[in-house]
């Protein structure tokens, strides 16, 4: 097998200074700029391309170092001078060091995604640690049990939206259970170039501020052509009473973010060599502080192998969505010499990264339009109790009919789970904080979302995954811990139950016990949600293991169980990933002891 690379060749002609170049960045970005390969208006410092940095020890070197993706030289947090931070390779069952410098004024930390180790270790300021304080040296050090595609990344305020994060693979004691001839990183990321705290004072003072597609006149008009007056008043009246806009499918978009792909902006091509009839493993990590991407290469079909680093029973699809932390290892077998896009559009449809696969650098194939914008229906915002009434809208004046929880499902079938379970709200719900609950959640995993269903596509869901291994405790659960998804949209305020972070009591687990997590999303929005120092075993509809995972996406009106073995002592931390979700409150530490 080759080496994993991150290496990023130059490109394509440089394009005007309008919008699109801000979507699509520079021709080279951040990293070749800094390099001398093309001389920016504006001096910068000189930003590395990601390295890679095997073995047992490892120094890095958190600090600031100048980027410009949009023709404007801004600051980014980086580890080593890089960005995306060096590639990390570790090998299961070796002991790792890792030495990390803060050469920043203010103080950072390293969070280890997905890896299982002490508490104390896992680099959460005020719970695993006080954090990393300007110009000190903090060293991690525990034993790798496990294998398979992780990151890293910041968990200190907003450092990881300006570039603190990097990728870790951790290759099997044994011999790989799906060999390649090649194996890529592919991060992808969402830069901006404004200040992270401003992006986050705008979504409080004005929640949509960053949607610049809100439903128009003409879209009523349009409504009444096709549906009549009545149902079209109806649907608004139902809107304004909920609280809801259908087309609040993520907090920011393309207009303030260039998405990046191993930290090359769209017209700078990051490329990956191949040769015909080569096997190649395409590791995707989704490293990105708010956005979630839907992935395909047109002319190729990918088989899915891994999931959040634990090999899944292999899923040949044309198509998946990766959430925010999560992760997915893709087998491609290019038969032709020439070149193929990956494509990774944003679920809002406002940008793009993407990439390319090529026998030789230099080479382009065509990048796809991106996919119509769909508005949310009725069962994102009610549940199985929108599945026989919901209508979603395209961007572009067509009207789609989506299919719902109670109609055909994207393989052409019904879904197996669409009918609701009993769900209890918490007293804590019933307040300024929440303006939204949902009384009969879907359970359907073989639902790919809004924006992919029936478009033609084969598309990956929860319900196809399968691990490989069994869950190391077969025990059923002891317990059961039901927990709602809320905020106050219009307030930008996100909880659980009700109680943001600073107002809510720690969740204890009793050291050793089997426990089950039910999630129910009382909001019209996907939250990746992910618990510290323990995977968790995603559960069917019926209570079956599926799937064991490090981050779980709940879709909006959905309801998710899964199982966690509370055998990791410690103070862990448990969150929606959506950076600024979590920083808003959607947070909650776990107790084990």
């Not at 699509?24 to 930003?47: I, K, Y």
């Not at 349009?222 to 079209?232: H, P, Q, S, W």
């Not at 990746?528 to 075993?537: A, E, R, V, Y």
Request: hydrophobic share 40%.
């Amino acid at each position: 097998m080759k080496p994993l690379s991150l290496s990023s060749p130059t490109a394509v002609p440089a394009i005007d200074l309008s919008r699109r170049r801000f979507v699509q960045g520079l021709a080279v970005g951040g990293a070749a700029a800094g390099l001398g390969l093309v001389r920016p208006a504006r001096a910068q410092a000189g930003v590395r391309p990601p390295g890679v940095l095997a073995g047992t020890e490892f120094h890095l070197d958190v600090g600031q170092t100048m980027v410009d993706y949009t023709g404007r030289v801004r600051p980014a947090t980086t580890v080593n001078g890089s960005l995306p931070g060096p590639l990390l390779r570790w090998k299961e069952g070796t002991t790792v060091t890792l030495h990390v410098t803060n050469h920043l004024r203010e103080a950072t930390s390293i969070h280890w995604h997905g890896i299982v180790l002490p508490f104390d270790m896992d680099g959460v300021p005020g719970l695993s640690f006080d954090g990393i304080a300007p110009g000190e040296t903090f060293t991690y050090r525990f034993d790798v049990r496990q294998a398979g595609t992780y990151w890293y990344h910041a968990h200190s305020h907003f450092q990881e939206q300006t570039g603190l994060f990097g990728a870790l693979v951790i290759d099997p004691a044994g011999p790989e259970r799906h060999a390649a001839d090649r194996d890529y990183v592919v991060m992808l990321n969402d830069w901006t170039d404004e200040d992270p705290a401003r992006i986050y004072a705008r979504l409080k003072q004005r929640s949509d501020y960053y949607n610049l597609h809100q439903p128009t006149a003409a879209d009523f008009l349009r409504d009444v052509r096709e549906r009549g007056l009545g149902e079209a008043l109806s649907m608004r009246r139902m809107w304004n009473r909920m609280r809801m806009n259908p087309t609040d499918l993520a907090d920011v978009g393309g207009c303030a973010y260039t998405y990046l792909m191993n930290g090359t902006a769209p017209a700078g091509n990051w490329t990956g060599l191949f040769r015909a009839g080569e096997k190649l493993r395409l590791r995707f990590i989704n490293g990105s502080a708010s956005t979630i991407f839907d992935v395909r290469i047109p002319g190729l079909k990918m088989t899915v192998v891994a999931a959040d680093g634990q090999d899944v029973a292999p899923v040949p699809v044309d198509e998946f969505r990766i959430s925010v932390a999560e992760t997915y290892d893709v087998i491609v077998e290019p038969t032709e010499a020439r070149a193929y896009t990956l494509f990774a559009q944003s679920i809002d449809r406002g940008g793009y990264a993407r990439g390319t696969l090529a026998p030789r650098e230099g080479m382009q194939a065509e990048v796809p339009a991106m996919d119509a914008r769909v508005w949310l229906g009725m069962q994102d915002m009610m549940g199985a109790m929108g599945g026989h009434a919901s209508v979603s809208h395209q961007a572009g004046g067509q009207a789609e009919h989506a299919a719902h929880a109670a109609g055909p499902s994207h393989h052409g079938h019904a879904p197996t789970a669409a009918a609701s379970k009993a769900v209890r709200h918490a007293r804590t719900e019933y307040g300024p904080t929440v303006d939204m609950r949902v009384d009969m959640p879907r359970t359907n995993l073989d639902d790919p979302g809004i924006g992919l269903r029936d478009n033609g596509r084969r598309v990956l869901t929860y319900a196809d995954l399968r691990s490989l291994d069994p869950p190391p405790d077969p025990r059923d659960p002891e317990r059961e811990i039901e927990l709602h998804l809320t905020g106050n949209m219009e307030r930008f305020l996100w909880s659980f139950d009700g109680l943001p972070f600073s107002e809510a009591r720690p969740i204890h687990f009793r050291r050793g016990e089997r426990l089950r997590i039910v999630l129910v999303n009382d909001t019209m929005m996907n939250h990746p949600i992910h618990l510290h120092g323990m995977f968790s075993d995603l559960e069917d509809a019926d209570g079956h293991v599926i799937v064991r995972k490090h981050t779980i996406n709940v879709q909006p009106a959905q309801r998710i169980s899964y199982r966690v073995t509370a055998d990791n002592p410690g103070r862990w931390a448990y969150h929606c990933h959506l950076l600024y979700h979590m920083e808003a409150g959607m947070f909650r530490e776990v107790v084990v002891s």
